[in-house]
């Protein structure tokens, strides 16, 4: 695919911040083949694995990594365990599946994009790969590995070089995103809501970007009661659509947009 990125430009981590590219990772030493190893005649021929739903992606873990292919790449993740945002979550997943599937029903390419609660980023390289425009945000201790990820999934493949910025929910909003310096044509959210205290926060963060003419994709798995309250109060703010829902995985997909009362209040 021919990209318009060169080698002398530099990623932006929001507003007066630039990114750097980190030292590159020795590889990790190929995985001994069942060839390779020696016969075991004790050993029974193991039970095919379950067929995939098809909207899962094929994915394979290297150590604290996760591999994912969407739109013809490969894309590799790096985790942790020791934080909500440093894991890819299930709805995280199926909305990149979904976006992928339906690019002529929503077609990033150029379209300015914006991720709430980005984590390992990975909403954000496969919107990226799409030709969008991205902002990726989350908290402060996230965006080092949210910046190392997108960075080494996007350089040299995409239109635009992504851009990683502080956004805690709810706090100087205005001051830091002017809703008339920062317009959206798509905020997305993935996995942003589970059992905790800063969902009205979250509420105001996502009509803050939406703005006429932006169009929101959460989608989220239903864990808690708290998923069901939230789910309650943002289909009485926002215009809301179920694109897709997932039984076995408990992942549903909703398309929004702002309510006009809510833009004039």
Excluded at 69 to 84: A, L, M, N, Q, T
Excluded at 125 to 144: M, N, Q
Excluded at 244 to 253: A, Q, S
Aim: overall charge negative; aromatic content about 10%; hydrophobic content about 35%.
């Amino acid at each position: 695919m021919e990209t318009i990125c060169s080698e002398n430009l530099e990623e932006t981590g929001g507003p007066g911040q630039t990114m750097e590219y980190e030292e590159e990772e020795e590889p990790l030493p190929a995985p001994v083949t069942a060839e390779e190893e020696a016969p075991d005649e004790t050993q029974h021929e193991p039970s095919p694995p379950e067929p995939k739903k098809p909207w899962q992606p094929s994915i394979y873990c290297t150590f604290d990594k996760e591999r994912h292919h969407f739109v013809g790449y490969e894309i590799c993740i790096r985790e942790s365990i020791d934080s909500y945002g440093a894991i890819v979550w299930p709805a995280a997943v199926a909305l990149c599946q979904y976006l992928e599937n339906n690019q002529h029903q929503f077609n990033l390419q150029d379209k300015s994009v914006l991720e709430i609660g980005a984590g390992t980023g990975l909403l954000s390289i496969v919107a990226c790969l799409l030709g969008a425009w991205v902002t990726a945000t989350d908290l402060p201790e996230v965006l080092g590995n949210l910046r190392s990820n997108l960075t080494k999934n996007t350089r040299g493949l995409c239109r635009y070089n992504p851009q990683v910025a502080e956004l805690s929910w709810g706090k100087d909003l205005e001051h830091t995103f002017p809703r008339s310096v920062y317009r959206y044509d798509y905020v997305l959210a993935a996995d942003v809501v589970y059992h905790h205290d800063y969902l009205d926060s979250l509420l105001v963060t996502m009509q803050h970007f939406c703005q006429p003419g932006t169009t929101l994709l959460w989608a989220n798995k239903v864990r808690f009661e708290s998923d069901i309250k939230f789910t309650e109060k943002f289909q009485s703010t926002f215009c809301t659509t179920l694109l897709g829902e997932f039984p076995d995985t408990n992942v549903k997909i909703f398309m929004a947009t702002l309510k006009e009362k809510a833009f004039l209040s």
